[in-house]
């Protein structure tokens, strides 16, 4: 999940007064039944993962060239590389070329997808380089039945593709220039995961460029059920991007139609009429909601709500609301129990066809520097963290309206798959939070983390500081990254699926060559211990 653009002043959009902070699933670098395809099923594009092997590939983009400033840089402006060169690859043979050429020169790699990532994990390669895999965009049905989205894809190359062509869609995240290769690997979500749970759970193979101990690069064919390489697709079901190889191609069986239309609603409460007693009574509001409502079987699972808790300076709090299907017309039902006791608070509603409505809620935004951090809540909010919450957002000594905790509604269907049956083991919470800010200038770094850093510190402080899984919260999510956490970070991302994926690691990147500061590490094995993580 991302958001960007943090005016305070609303904008409205086909009758809908709404503000851009509402993106969801984010990405590290967002009935099911037998696939019937309309018409004849399209064939993959040019470029795709059947291209022979001897298909001449882009030459690569060394510093000399002009587009090397733009392409060393992530969507995050904080991050800035200096790689030997950028290898843009089209086809899955061609990326198999650019990961062995790197390392027979001894060359650190970099994956970048959408360039998305919150942390300086895919653009940050200093001497090394950076693989893109832009040029491999292709959304098609395979002759197996199944939907096929390459590893450069964005999410808007899926949902354009999949609706026009199949009337599909993965339930992924509504920041649609984020791409793919990271948002599904770390388990994407979006406002129709409580309807169809994760983009994940449709997830039936993929084809991932991994490197031997031998130092060969190969592409390996995952697939759901196979002795030799299940775990490596498991480990892809919430693993996270950039830590078992490079994704070329996701499949998927079973995914659902999309809503053809859906109601969405934007609630604002002017900070000028918000006591402290009436933000509490928002916030117990929205979470007692939740808690009722978060079952698989519940009516509103089509309801998918964004609260967005702005600093003070920004004038206003907001709620962003989709509603699909038999949802729809419990909308009002909603409404009222989430705004009961609160002042001033005000609301419009649209109907939207669903892909309006995709495209009305992308949050992209601008490019600005970022910082992030994240928890997922089972309970609704204890009364110490809506203390701490409300101190840091009427907190005199900052100001920026761009800063806000973003308070997502999960669970539903979400919570239907036990902890190990994917990598994502958070299977029972109602609510996931992203801490956010924004700011454009490299010298306001210091007041903007500093700010962040300490307002999440307060709101954890009963479990360390961080979201520790207890009895109320359950760590954090990967996509999310934030590389601020102590070292208990694999427990808060994984829990107990972590020593799992380390034996993935070990199996299929021995050498662990796809690394960064949050990758997994190889679990130790009768060949030694694990490779060294490198900086």
Not at 421 to 434: C, D, F, H, Y
Not at 477 to 485: C, F
Request: charged content about 15%; overall charge positive.
């Amino acid at each position: 999940m991302k958001t960007r653009d943090g005016r305070p002043g609303p904008e409205t959009t086909a009758g809908l007064g709404r503000r851009r902070f509402f993106s969801v699933g984010g990405g590290l670098l967002a009935g099911a039944g037998a696939l019937t395809m309309p018409g004849t099923a399209r064939r993959p594009p040019s470029g795709a993962g059947t291209a022979s092997p001897g298909s001449r590939g882009l030459p690569p983009i060394y510093p000399a060239d002009p587009r090397y400033a733009t392409m060393r840089m992530g969507f995050n402006r904080r991050w800035v590389g200096s790689p030997a060169y950028i290898a843009v690859v089209r086809n899955a043979h061609q990326a198999v070329a650019a990961v062995q050429r790197a390392r027979d020169a001894g060359l650190r790699i970099t994956v970048r997808g959408g360039g998305h990532c919150y942390e300086n994990f895919s653009a940050g390669n200093h001497g090394g380089v950076i693989i893109d895999m832009s040029g491999m965009q292709g959304v098609y049905a395979d002759p197996g039945g199944r939907v096929c989205v390459e590893g450069g894809a964005t999410l808007w190359n899926a949902y354009e593709t999949l609706f026009k062509d199949y009337n599909l869609t993965l339930p992924g995240g509504s920041c649609y220039s984020v791409g793919v290769g990271g948002h599904i690997a770390g388990g994407g979500y979006g406002l129709l995961s409580r309807l169809h749970g994760l983009t994940v759970d449709y997830l039936d193979g993929v084809d991932v460029v991994c490197v031997d101990r031998r130092g060969r690069a190969r592409l390996v064919q995952a697939r759901k059920g196979d002795p030799e390489t299940g775990r490596l697709l498991w480990a892809h079901t919430g693993g996270g991007g950039g830590n078992f190889g490079i994704v070329t191609a996701y499949y998927f069986r079973g995914l659902p139609s999309p809503p053809g239309q859906v109601r969405l609603a934007s609630t604002t409460w002017p900070w000028s009429r918000l006591t402290a007693d009436g933000f509490a009574t928002l916030l117990r509001n929205y979470g007692r909601f939740m808690a009722a409502h978060s079952s698989p079987s519940s009516p509103f699972a089509g309801l998918f709500a964004l609260l967005h808790l702005y600093h003070h300076s920004a004038g206003q709090v907001s709620m962003t609301t989709q509603a699909a299907g038999a949802a729809a017309g419990l909308l009002p039902v909603f409404l009222d129990q989430i705004t009961r006791g609160v002042p001033g608070g005000s609301t419009t509603t649209v109907s939207l066809p669903w892909l309006q409505a995709t495209q009305t809620l992308n949050g992209s935004g601008p490019n600005q520097r970022g910082k992030y951090k994240s928890a997922y809540l089972k309970t609704p909010f204890p009364e110490h963290q809506i203390g701490a919450i409300y101190r840091a957002l009427t907190d005199a000594r900052y100001a920026n309206p761009q800063a806000l905790l973003q308070v997502d509604s999960y669970g539903c269907r979400v919570n239907v798959p036990p902890p190990d049956a994917t990598a994502v083991p958070q299977r029972s919470s109602i609510m996931k939070l992203q801490y956010q800010t924004y700011w454009t200038s490299p010298g306001e770094d210091a007041v903007n983390l500093r700010w962040i850093n300490g307002f999440y510190a307060d709101v954890y402080s009963a479990s360390g500081g961080v979201p520790a899984s207890n009895g109320v919260t359950d760590g954090c999510y990967v996509n999310y990254p934030d590389v601020d956490l102590p070292a208990s970070w694999p427990a808060l991302y994984y829990k107990g699926n972590y020593p799992a994926l380390q034996e993935v690691k070990a199996r299929w990147d021995p050498r662990n060559v796809f690394n960064h500061q949050q990758s997994i590490t190889p679990a130790a094995s009768e060949h030694g211990a694990p490779v060294p993580r490198r900086p």
